[in-house]
């Protein structure tokens, strides 16, 4: 499985950006995908994660800023980020789990100034 994430990019506080993951390969054996960050000197942390089915999961301090999504046909997943904060700046990484096994994205820079 390969996972292509884009999107990143510098924005002020109070903006939005929209990061998107295009999986390619085995991906009839994707059910989860997910968005992770990891910020200077911190451990990588899930944002969010989407289930086939459309169920969502957040991090407590994302909810009601930002909206995961996927597109089945497309094998693409995404991430709506808005009234970002400084907080917020970090390596994002797209990420499955297949049978036991993580695949991760190359990771995206996004950095919020305040």
């Known amino acids: 499985v390969q996972l292509q994430a884009s999107g990143g990019g510098l924005v002020q506080a109070g903006g939005s950006l929209r990061l998107s993951c295009a999986a390619s390969?085995?991906?009839?054996?994707?059910?989860?995908m997910g968005w992770y960050r990891q910020a200077p000197g911190r451990q990588r942390e899930l944002v969010a994660d989407?289930?086939?089915?459309?169920?969502?999961t957040y991090a407590d301090s994302v909810k009601g800023r930002f909206t995961i999504s996927r597109d089945n046909a497309k094998n693409t997943v995404y991430l709506q980020m808005n009234s970002l904060k400084p907080e917020d700046t970090a390596v994002y990484y797209c990420?499955?789990?297949?049978?036991?096994?993580?695949?991760w994205g190359q990771g995206t820079l996004v950095t919020v100034s305040s």
């Open positions: 990420s499955v789990p297949i049978r036991g096994f993580r695949y």
């Open positions: 989407i289930t086939k089915g459309g169920s969502t």
């Open positions: 390969g085995s991906i009839f054996s994707i059910n989860n």
